[in-house]
């Protein structure tokens, strides 16, 4: 059976592995990213080069986009040379975390020019994006959902579909949200553990297999205690992220008091010039004062 031709735009820590993933499975990709130099070695391993949005949806079957911010999704999409300035039939799958009021508006355009549309952000990280098991949450028509079903397989192992054009992206806001209090909690704990004069590295194996277990401190405690700061996810997306959330938690009347700590703590970190480190990066304040 013939395999839809993807287009494929953002190779970055994510983007990258989702694309090769979706090769290996026997998708045809092109791809598109506004530095051509960070899709070589998809470009080498046979995926094609498209110089444009509007030029990769020409040929796709299904543009799959992951980006870093809402701007970015909506120039991709709504922009004048945007995706479905262009785009005939097929789908149109952003798995950027973005805002659910920007996925309902790509929703609406999307269908008015006979196109699919689903919002499908992801969690896992690089580790998920490099070994195809993230976990993808999935908003639009059901029907779409299940059109295109196999392509969120090559690429995730936890998909689920949660309804309306929206949907994943409120779920996403809910993972981020859990995400942001635990990140606090595990980088106290290891500041906590050195602090007592005790194995750290043992400590995060003790403690990870019990009920303070949770993927942050079984995969980023231990760089938190090896000071690697290097990205998974990055602090810039990750402050992106947690504004997203608290001003839709806002406009539904919902007070986050832990999230809005987390995000202050960050806020301090990206005035040190940390942007472009890792999450667990959050483990520098309270051991660098």
């Known amino acids: 059976m013939d395999r839809e031709r993807i287009g494929f735009i953002g190779t970055g820590v ?4 989702m694309a090769r993933n979706l090769m290996r499975a026997g998708y045809p990709v092109s791809v598109y990213t506004r530095t051509k130099k960070k899709a070589q070695a998809l470009l080498d391993a046979g995926a094609c080069w498209a110089s444009s949005p509007a030029e990769l949806s020409k040929e796709a079957d299904v543009v ?9 999704v909506e120039e991709i999409y709504l922009g004048a040379a945007g995706v479905l300035s262009v785009k005939k039939g097929g789908a149109v799958i952003d798995m950027t975390t973005s805002s659910p009021a920007l996925a309902k508006k790509i929703f609406a355009a999307a269908k008015e020019k006979g ?8 969690s896992g990280g690089d580790i998920g994006a490099r070994d195809a098991s993230l976990a993808i949450m999935v ?3 059901k029907e779409a959902f299940e059109r295109y079903r196999d392509i969120f397989a090559a690429v995730g192992k936890n998909v689920r579909y949660f309804g309306a054009a929206g949907s994943g992206q409120f779920v996403k806001m809910s993972n981020q949200i859990a995400i942001a209090s635990n990140m606090l909690g595990v980088a106290e704990a290891m500041a ?3 602090k007592s004069g005790l194995d750290a590295e043992a400590v995060q194996q003790t403690i990870a297999a019990g009920a303070a277990g949770s993927w942050s401190l079984t995969n980023l405690a231990p760089k938190m205690l090896a000071g690697d700061w290097s990205p998974g996810f990055f602090i810039k997306h990750f402050l992106k992220d947690m504004r997203i959330a608290i001003e839709s938690a806002e406009e539904m009347g919902l007070d986050l008091p832990g999230l809005k700590l987390s ?9 040190r010039g940390m942007d472009d480190c890792g999450t667990q990066a959050i483990f520098r304040w309270y051991t660098e004062k």
Do not use: H, R, W
């Not at 994510?14 to 592995?17: K, L, N, R, T, V």
């Not at 799959?64 to 970015?72: A, E, H, L, Q, R």
């Not at 196109?115 to 992801?122: E, F, G, T, W």
């Not at 995000?263 to 005035?271: N, P």
């Open 64 to 72: 799959i986009s992951i980006v870093g911010y809402p701007k970015d």
């Open 115 to 122: 196109v699919d549309a689903l919002d499908a952000p992801v």
């Open 14 to 17: 994510m983007g990258s592995s």
């Open 139 to 141: 908003g639009g028509e």
């Open 263 to 271: 995000k202050k703590l960050y806020d301090e970190l990206s005035v």
């Open 192 to 194: 906590y553990a050195k």
